[in-house]
Every structure is written in structure tokens, then in C-alpha cells.
């Protein structure tokens, strides 16, 4: 069964202060790894896709990284507006539209 | 209209009513989806349509019913909930094994 884990669960940092979110997966074949971001009562928002392990991608203060067991989202410099959970999940290859969520973790950056 | 659209984006109902969500996407995909999100657990997966085929999670209650009249249009109709239904509702679209893209979610009370 494919399994994703997010650690931490919430991370307080101060603006500026740079720090990286974890999600751990277990898959019988990676086919994509997804990072969403989700604001609350809102839908998630799609950030990156990561297809092979040492793949990497950036957007704006956000970098998304990938290993054959784990991916980071990197912030570098985060700024208020950067609040929000952001949700990994994975697809397996041959898996049929099935992708796995983890539960995310919730950022807040503090002023 | 871009992306997906989700229709209500808030729904109060007795655990007597019947009522429909409406999902509808302006990405020319042509697999849609129905997930629910629930406080502390990660998006869990109800139904799939994809090329006119349906695939459902089994461990869905028959009280929600999907329908998916064209490849730009999925509903789910809702009957008899029960409290513990009560959550975000959320509609995604993709190319077959890609990247699926939400809505804004309808947000379900049920009393």
C-alpha cells in the first residue's frame, strides 16, 4: 500500500528565517510526486511535479527536491504570505488515477 | 471561468434532504475526480471518471451518488448524510495519469 508521511505536522519560522518541509513515501514505483498548497477553506493549489529522483524545480522562495524515499520543499526567505498547509502526495506507475496524500504540514510565518 | 468550478461553496443540509454539488473544468481534461477532506485526515479519494469509465473507492457510502454527463461536468448528489459527512468537498480534473488540478471545494454541514 503506498504510504506518504509529512514532518513536521506545523512550523512556526519568523520572515526570512529559511527552513524545509519533509515527505516521506513509500510507492511501488514512482510515476509523480506532487506538491500542492492549500489555504484554509480553499481547494489545493499546484505547485511542482517531480517525476525522477535528483530532480528539482523552483518557484518564487519555494524549491521542491526528490530522492528515491523522500522530497523536500525547501523556503528560502519565507514571507507572511507564505502561510498555508502544503500537502505532498504520490502516484504509482500503472496505479489507475490513484495518487496519496499525506496530511500536510501547516506553515505559519510570522512577521 | 478558468480552471475548475465548484458549485455551492457552502451547503447546510438535514440528514432528510437530498442535494447535488456541481463541479465543472475549462482545462480540457478529460478525468475527473471527487475527493473529501476532513480536519486531521489527508484527501481521501470517492470517485474517478476518466474516458467515460467510472472507478469508485468501495469504502464510499451509497448515499453519495456520482454523475458525469461529459468530460467538463461531474455532480455528486447527496442523500440521507449523516453528520460525520460533514467536510470539504473537493473536485479535481486531469489528463489520464497526470497532474490533477482543484476546485475551491464546497464546504458541507449536515445537521
Known sequence: EDQVTQSPEALRLQEGESSSLNCSYTVSGLRGLFWYRQDPGKGPEFLFTLYSAGEEKEKERLKATLTKKESFLHITAPKPEDSATYLCAVQADGGYQKVTFGIGTKLQVIP | ?111
Open chain 2, 1 to 111: 471561468e478558468t480552471g475548475v468550478t465548484q458549485t455551492p461553496r457552502h451547503l447546510v443540509m438535514g440528514m432528510t434532504n437530498k442535494k447535488s454539488l456541481k463541479c465543472e473544468q475549462h482545462l480540457g481534461h478529460n478525468a475527473m475526480y471527487w475527493y473529501k477532506q476532513s480536519a486531521k485526515k489527508p484527501l481521501e479519494l470517492m470517485f474517478v471518471y476518466s474516458l467515460e469509465e467510472r472507478v469508485e473507492n468501495n469504502s464510499v457510502p451509497s448515499r453519495f451518488s456520482p454523475e458525469c454527463p461529459n468530460s467538463s461536468h461531474l455532480f455528486l448528489h447527496l442523500h440521507t448524510l449523516q453528520p460525520e459527512d460533514s467536510a470539504l468537498y473537493l473536485c479535481a480534473s486531469s489528463h489520464p495519469q497526470g497532474t490533477q488540478y482543484f476546485g475551491p471545494g464546497t464546504r458541507l454541514l449536515v445537521l
